[in-house]
């Protein structure tokens, strides 16, 4: 396809999401070179994605951009290259969350340094949407979200917890200093493990750098908080049976996790290359399919538009320590790393925001709760 083709293909697109290229809305973009057209639609999201971190265009309201071009569902336009095609060939054949590859998003991702989110999380680094409802700030909404686990759970002074993907350790932390349990958290990533250890000193808390498919011991109750989404289609079965055989038959699991309006077998390509490996957002169907014959689920909350909140002041806090952040890794985080996580955040709030994403806490039972399950808001 010709230059001049291929620009007024792309215009086309965006005119139909509402987005004018050099337009006067602060979420129209700015192109700054005309290889942006043949990167988007050669790459797809990679490529819009990719030339976003090379500053081949701006735009000032990402959120709003994406709110606009996610709806659209643009990419169905777009034809997928061979290289495209094999992803999703691969994550359709290959088990890209397998067992050996478990360490990999801890390394990728979660150990990327704890200082940049120590300036980007709240207080506990609670790395996972906020609850919002009478909260006035982030460090409130956290620990609103933290409260509301331990009250769906109906955590008992003495009993024993599991956190499945613990990450820095503030829940096992929050549940053992105010409900009086003794827990154990497992995460895979070294950083999270280290600090949440140092963390969780004197408390009744064991933090593990361990796989959950090596979980063989009893709890009153687990909960897995962000972490479903990177256990990945193929182990979906196997993790709810690993839960299953690790829960008393009168415990009760939460399980909180982004959730997808449609069952998918891999992930967004550009949050896989850059943000993410290997993991996958679960639908409700992959999710209750898992669980059929293992639980019984209880109550089922959803509160998405919370993760937009969570996600914004997550983008506040990076971006306004971004300096801090910077220096203290000179010579590994650069402008480009900075376009990168911008626009991981922001597109992501987007997702949210227009309901592409969801955000569910499920409560399920092994044989359902005596007398009825009472919700908790």
């Given at each position: 396809m010709r230059k001049d083709k291929l620009k007024i293909f792309v215009m086309e697109i965006l005119t139909d999401a509402g987005i004018t290229i050099n337009g006067s809305n602060p979420w129209d973009i700015r192109i700054k070179s005309d290889n942006f057209y043949e990167k988007v639609l050669r790459d797809g999201s990679i490529g819009l994605g990719e030339s976003y971190m090379d500053g081949l265009w701006e735009c000032d309201?990402?959120?709003?951009?994406?709110?606009?071009?996610?709806?659209?569902?643009?990419?169905?336009?777009?034809?997928?290259?061979?290289?495209?095609?094999?992803?999703?060939?691969g994550y359709s054949i290959l088990n890209k969350s397998s067992k050996s590859r478990a360490f990999q998003i801890g390394e990728r991702h979660y150990d990327i340094g704890n200082e940049i989110f120590k300036n980007m999380l709240d207080k506990r680094l609670t790395y996972s949407c906020a609850y919002w409802k009478d909260a006035n700030n982030l460090d409130e909404a956290q620990e609103a979200k933290l409260d509301l686990i331990c009250?769906?759970?109906?955590?008992?002074?003495?009993?024993?917890?599991?956190?499945?993907?613990?990450?820095?350790?503030?829940?096992?932390?929050?549940a053992a200093e105010k409900y009086g349990v003794s827990s154990i958290g497992i995460t895979v990533s070294k950083e999270q493990a280290k600090f949440a250890q140092e963390l969780c000193k004197g408390l009744p808390v064991e933090i593990r750098l361990q796989d959950y498919r090596d979980l063989d011991e009893k709890f009153d109750y687990i909960v897995s908080v962000g972490m479903f989404e990177h256990v990945g289609h193929k182990n979906h079965r196997i993790y709810m049976e690993i839960v299953n055989k690790c829960l008393k038959d009168d415990?009760?699991?939460?399980?909180?996790?982004?959730?997808?309006?449609?069952?998918?077998?891999?992930?967004?390509?550009?949050?896989?290359?850059?943000?993410?490996?290997?993991?996958?957002?679960?639908s409700l169907k992959q999710i209750t399919t898992s669980v059929e014959g293992l639980f019984i689920i209880e109550d089922l909350h959803n509160f998405r538009y919370y993760y937009y909140l969570t996600l914004i002041e997550w983008f506040k806090n990076f971006n306004y320590n971004w300096d801090k952040i910077k220096n203290q890794y000179k010579d590994k985080y650069d402008e480009r790393f900075y376009r990168m996580w911008?626009?991981?955040?922001?597109?992501?709030?987007?997702?949210?925001?227009?309901?592409?994403?969801?955000?569910?806490?499920?409560?399920?039972?092994k044989n359902g709760v005596d007398r009825g399950y009472q919700s908790v808001r």
């Open positions: 309201d990402l959120v709003e951009f994406f709110h606009r071009l996610i709806p659209s569902e643009t990419e169905k336009r777009i034809k997928k290259n061979l290289k495209l095609i094999s992803y999703y060939l009250k769906k759970l109906y955590l008992k002074p003495g009993s024993r917890l599991l956190d499945i993907g613990c990450g820095w350790g503030g829940f096992v932390q929050f415990g009760l699991f939460l399980l909180h996790t982004i959730g997808n309006n449609t069952s998918q077998v891999a992930c967004n390509p550009w949050i896989d290359k850059y943000i993410f490996p290997n993991s996958l957002i679960p911008k626009y991981y955040l922001l597109s992501s709030a987007a997702s949210f925001r227009c309901g592409s994403l969801q955000l569910w806490q499920i409560v399920l039972s």
